[in-house]
C-alpha cells in the first residue's frame, strides 16, 4: 500500500518552523519530517530558520565594528545551535505529538527504520569485542 504525504507550502512550512501546527492532512508528512534518514538535517534547518531573523538583527542595528557585529552574530548562532541539540529529540518528538500521534512514536519509528542497521551494529561490536578466547 502506498502511502501519498502532502507537503505543506512555503509559508505554512515557515510556521511549522517556528513551531505551529499543521492541519491533518499533513499529518504523514510531519511524521516523514521527524523520522526520516535525514531528520537532523532538518531539524537543524528549521533552526537556522528560527536564528536568522534575530541574528540579522544583530548584525544590523547594533553598533560598533562590523568584526564585532559579526562575532556577536556568529557566536548568538552557536548557542542557538547548541540548544536545539540539546532538544532534538524532544522536539521531533512534540511536533509528532501535535500532529497527532501518541508520545513515543517519532522515536519508535526511527527504531524500526533502523533495526537492520542496528542488528549489523550490534554484531560487528560482538565479533570484535565479545570473544570467548
Not at 536564528?51 to 568584526?67: D, F, R, S
Not at 556568529?74 to 511536533?95: K, P, Q, T, V, W
Request: proline letters at 6%; charged letters at 25%.
Amino acid at each position: 500500500m502506498l502511502i501519498v504525504t502532502v507537503r505543506p507550502g512555503p509559508l505554512r512550512w515557515l510556521a511549522y518552523s517556528y513551531g505551529a501546527g499543521l492541519p491533518p492532512r499533513y499529518r504523514e508528512w510531519v511524521l516523514h519530517d521527524v523520522t526520516t534518514r535525514t531528520w537532523q538535517l532538518r531539524h537543524f534547518v528549521r533552526a537556522v530558520v528560527q536564528l536568522l531573523p534575530l541574528l540579522l538583527v544583530i548584525y544590523l542595528l547594533l553598533p560598533g565594528p562590523a568584526w564585532v557585529r559579526g562575532c556577536a552574530a556568529l557566536g548568538g548562532a552557536l548557542i542557538g545551535l547548541f540548544y536545539s541539540a540539546a532538544y532534538m529529540y524532544e522536539s521531533a518528538e512534540h511536533r509528532a505529538v501535535k500532529a497527532g500521534y501518541p508520545r513515543g512514536t517519532a522515536a519508535r519509528t526511527r527504531e524500526e527504520g533502523d533495526a537492520e542497521g542496528r542488528a549489523e551494529r550490534d554484531q560487528r561490536y560482538a565479533d570484535r569485542w565479545r570473544r570467548d578466547d
